[in-house]
């Protein structure tokens, strides 16, 4: 039988048990969760992950989905998708920000790796409270990857600039497998 | 005029300029995005953000929800929520678990948390290749908030038993502030 994969997200008020509930579906389904990003957003609890399954399984999760919705109230969705492409030749580096206001800088942060052709591969963005001064900060994280035709120089050079207009430090670094984040 | 809330999730085919497209939408709202985590997954990007905005300005995203699906080829869906509740009177702790195999060990360890009642606020896993070695490891990364009543001692007891019979290790440590993570 042949291997599917999915993308599956979910959405409920959020409760005590509910990863357990979700990652019961997959595991019911002799499924497995290649990745996954969860988090408490407001009162609700929100899941994305990426599933493979066999393609009858999945199938069958697929039918089962407004009768799972009903019984755990959540909102489902399911995406079929492929096993992702090998990693584009590239150098793989950790991006981070942090500033006192996050406003507009996920933005700026990402029209300038647009600007040179940089993949995201995975970003997370949040508020908290700074240590000493008790002050809000923004802080952003991102793994991203250089493609071939991307000068490490002139990428830099333009984030010192974003740095300076916005009032904030942005920390780019290669990723060295064995660092431990 | 008042703020309102929502989480926003967003999914299309993964391609350069992606968040730039979703945060400007954002910012276009004189929004805030509050936290969010977003990640390749397969051949897909997808997003999930808690977001603030004027109660105007949200419902006129909402209603121009099917045309921003159209134009930038994404699916995407609101939840209008609320700010969250005030954190739980309880003590925050990270916890870890790394392992040669991820079958099953969300489900093992969130079946244990659910039965000490304790409250999951963030959690990631990931596949990614040893250091040295380059096997496949399964990693997971969460964000725990033990409530008044449940009793540390206990809930360690019960992770390594976890620990053996699943062969992997389990690291939960307190979370303090200051630790850069």
Redesign the interface.
């Known amino acids: 039988m042949a291997k599917a994969?999915?993308?599956l997200?979910a959405?409920g008020a959020?409760r005590?048990?509910?990863?357990?509930d979700i990652?019961?579906l997959?595991?019911e389904g002799g499924g497995?969760?290649?990745?996954?990003?969860?988090?408490?957003?407001?009162?609700?609890?929100?899941v994305?992950?990426?599933v493979s399954m066999e393609a009858e399984a999945l199938a069958a999760l697929v039918a089962r989905t407004s009768e799972i919705e009903g019984r755990l109230s959540l909102?489902i969705?399911i995406?079929p998708?492929?096993?992702?492409?090998v990693a584009e030749r590239g150098r793989p580096y950790s991006l981070e920000t942090v500033s006192l206001d996050?406003?507009?800088i996920?933005?700026s942060v990402?029209?300038v790796?647009?600007k040179h052709?940089?993949?995201?591969?995975?970003?997370?963005?949040?508020?908290e409270?700074a240590?000493l001064t008790g002050a809000p900060l923004f802080r952003m994280k991102a793994n991203v990857v250089l493609g071939q035709g991307v000068g490490i120089g002139a990428l830099r050079r333009e984030l010192e600039e974003l740095q300076t207009a916005q009032d904030l430090d942005i920390i780019l670094l290669p990723l060295i497998?064995?660092r431990r984040?």
């Open positions: 994969y999915a993308v997200s959405i959020d005590v048990g509910i990863v357990d990652s019961g997959v595991l497995n969760i290649e990745e996954s990003k969860m988090a408490v957003l407001g009162s609700e609890f929100a994305m992950m990426l909102k969705g995406k998708t492929h096993e992702g492409s996050g406003r507009g996920l933005h990402s029209a790796l647009r052709g940089i993949n995201i591969e995975d970003l997370e963005t949040r508020t409270r240590p497998p064995t984040d």
